[in-house]
């Protein structure tokens, strides 16, 4: 189980780091951060191995103040996110 789980694992590692390189052409390398992580239990479950991402991203509020926004995400949440975002960069390059 180990091995697999570690496979996988890295198989979900490269397909997230595609994604983030996607991102990273519409902001530059210091306005987006991640990382990926597994949760390995919590005070109500012994084993989860749940694997999950985090972004943060540096954004500028109305009044022009810089600050970090983080969330975590599933990974089912991380692919429509992503979808989502390539959907806007398409609209975007039209006007």
């Known amino acids: 189980h180990s091995v697999s789980f570690q496979h996988s694992f890295f198989f979900l590692f490269e397909k997230i780091t595609q994604c983030i390189c996607i991102l990273r052409s519409f902001f530059s390398n210091k ?3 991640w990382k990926l992580g597994v949760a390995m239990s919590s005070d109500t479950c012994r084993s989860l191995k749940y ?7 540096k954004v ?3 009044s022009g103040q810089i600050t970090d926004k983080s969330f975590e995400m599933t990974v089912p949440q991380f692919k429509n996110f992503f979808r989502q975002f390539k959907e806007m960069a398409a609209v975007l390059e039209t006007v």
């Open 31 to 33: 306005n987006i951060k």
């Open 51 to 57: 694997p999950y991402v985090t972004v943060t991203l």
């Open 60 to 62: 500028a509020d109305p």
